[in-house]
């Protein structure tokens, strides 16, 4: 039975049980449950908080767990990242006060505050850069510098309000762009259903990023046509009972779905019609 780790709470809890419900996993109705068997799938699910995930599958007290990549790096464990999931997307930046430094050479000799210290420590080091110190806070890692911990902070970064609110100014090329991610050990051949769930998994992704297109071309303009919408293999292409025309179906990427219709409309197919995928294998 694979033993898989997922967020208890936090910002990776909601979508990483959306994603699992998806590819059929059962998921618990209760908060408070710790431990979900999943016997027709022949796999346990464990409740774990986000930080701890890594840290689990590293030792082998689970075979793989949903966790973010910035908390998989801040780890210090043997677990490594087997599949990005697409969701809690955030950006590792630095920043201090306005106007005081532009590049990341100038954080050496500076004390430095992070919720991630090892990732930090680890991304300095790689760049022959000596800070004066790495602070480890837990939380409001932008009140740092004002309350004379430290001069520079290292911190995930959306819109970048809140820093300017602090009167700080983000500096340097990220130091990471972060995202769920599927992790598993290191160290050991991958456990015994594993392939499933990844394909389940990138199942559901494709499901995500993509959407099935069926329109009707003269038969004459098929090729112009499919050169818009070659799919992902190939498209099917099958004959109209009016023998001039013909019918087509492909996957389509989603974001590009109003301009694939224009397209298409633009070249003479007509009777265009997008259905959204619910699961697939690829």
């Given at each position: 039975?694979?033993?898989?780790?997922?967020?208890?709470?936090?910002?990776?809890s909601?979508?990483?049980?959306?994603?699992?419900?998806e590819?059929?996993?059962?998921?618990?109705?209760?908060?408070?449950e710790?431990?979900?068997?999943?016997?027709?799938?022949?796999?346990?699910?464990?409740?774990?908080?986000?930080?701890d995930?890594?840290v689990?599958?590293?030792?082998?007290?689970?075979?793989?767990?949903?966790?973010?990549?910035?908390?998989?790096?801040?780890?210090?464990?043997d677990?490594?990242?087997?599949?990005?999931?697409?969701?809690?997307?955030?950006?590792?930046?630095?920043?201090?006060t306005?106007?005081?430094?532009?590049?990341?050479?100038?954080?050496?000799?500076?004390?430095?505050?992070?919720?991630?210290?090892?990732?930090?420590?680890?991304?300095?080091?790689?760049?022959?850069?000596?800070?004066?110190?790495v602070?480890?806070?837990?939380?409001?890692v932008?009140?740092?510098?004002?309350?004379?911990?430290?001069?520079?902070?290292a911190?995930?970064v959306?819109?970048?309000?809140?820093?300017?609110?602090a009167?700080?100014e983000?500096?340097?090329e990220?130091?990471?762009?972060?995202?769920?991610?599927?992790?598993?050990?290191?160290d050991?051949?991958?456990?015994?259903?594993?392939?499933v769930?990844?394909?389940?998994?990138?199942?559901?992704?494709?499901?995500?990023?993509?959407?099935?297109?069926?329109?009707?071309?003269p038969?004459?303009?098929?090729?112009?046509?499919?050169?818009?919408?070659?799919?992902?293999?190939?498209?099917?292409?099958?004959p109209?009972?009016?023998?001039?025309?013909?019918?087509?179906?492909?996957?389509?990427?989603?974001?590009?779905?109003?301009?694939?219709?224009?397209?298409?409309?633009?070249?003479?197919?007509?009777?265009?019609?997008?259905?959204?995928?619910?699961?697939?294998r690829?």
């Open positions: 039975m694979l033993r898989i780790a997922v967020p208890n709470k936090g910002s990776l909601e979508p990483a049980a959306a994603m699992l419900k590819a059929g996993y059962r998921q618990r109705r209760d908060s408070r710790l431990v979900l068997p999943d016997p027709d799938n022949d796999v346990e699910f464990f409740f774990l908080r986000p930080r995930i890594a689990y599958v590293g030792s082998g007290t689970v075979d793989v767990g949903i966790t973010g990549r910035d908390l998989m790096l801040d780890s210090e464990s677990a490594v990242e087997h599949l990005p999931l697409g969701f809690a997307r955030s950006t590792f930046r630095w920043a201090t306005a106007g005081e430094m532009s590049t990341v050479e100038q954080v050496a000799g500076h004390r430095v505050a992070t919720s991630y210290p090892v990732l930090v420590a680890s991304y300095l080091r790689e760049l022959g850069i000596e800070p004066a110190g602070v480890r806070l837990d939380g409001a932008e009140t740092a510098i004002k309350l004379g911990v430290a001069d520079v902070i911190d995930v959306e819109t970048g309000t809140t820093l300017r609110a009167g700080l983000i500096f340097g990220p130091i990471l762009r972060s995202e769920a991610v599927l992790v598993r050990r290191s050991v051949d991958a456990p015994a259903g594993l392939d769930l990844t394909r389940r998994l990138q199942g559901v992704l494709t499901a995500q990023q993509y959407v099935l297109m069926d329109y009707d071309v038969t004459s303009l098929v090729e112009k046509a499919v050169a818009i919408t070659p799919g992902l293999e190939s498209p099917t292409v099958s109209l009972h009016n023998g001039d025309w013909s019918a087509v179906r492909a996957m389509v990427p989603r974001g590009q779905t109003n301009q694939v219709m224009d397209a298409l409309y633009d070249v003479g197919a007509r009777a265009i019609l997008v259905t959204s995928i619910h699961a697939c690829l």
